[in-house]
């Protein structure tokens, strides 16, 4: 099992924290933003596809933001597994 950590931007969210195994997503945790929003993610992605979580995450925004914790995540799984 792999552990990646990430630094978002642009979000509430400081860090995003997950590992991956056989392409598929564990123990994905946020620090800081909407606790439970971000809790209710890393519920519903647990062991889901990698690539199939950034798919349907990315381009998510947040108010006038551009982007959200959603889609900083999507980025990075996109950096981790392309």
Not at 42 to 65: F, H, P, Q, S, Y
Request: charged share 25%; hydrophobic share 35%; with cysteine.
């Amino acid at each position: 099992m792999e552990h990646v950590t990430f630094t978002p931007a642009g979000v509430c969210a400081i860090q995003i924290d997950f590992d991956i195994e056989d392409g598929k997503l564990h123990n994905v945790k946020f620090t800081g933003g909407c606790n439970g929003n971000l809790k209710a993610i890393g519920r519903l992605v647990e062991g889901r596809d990698a690539k199939e979580v950034a798919g349907i995450l990315k381009g998510n925004t947040c108010g006038m933001k551009g982007t959200s914790c959603a889609d900083q995540f999507a980025k990075a799984i996109e950096q981790k597994v392309g």
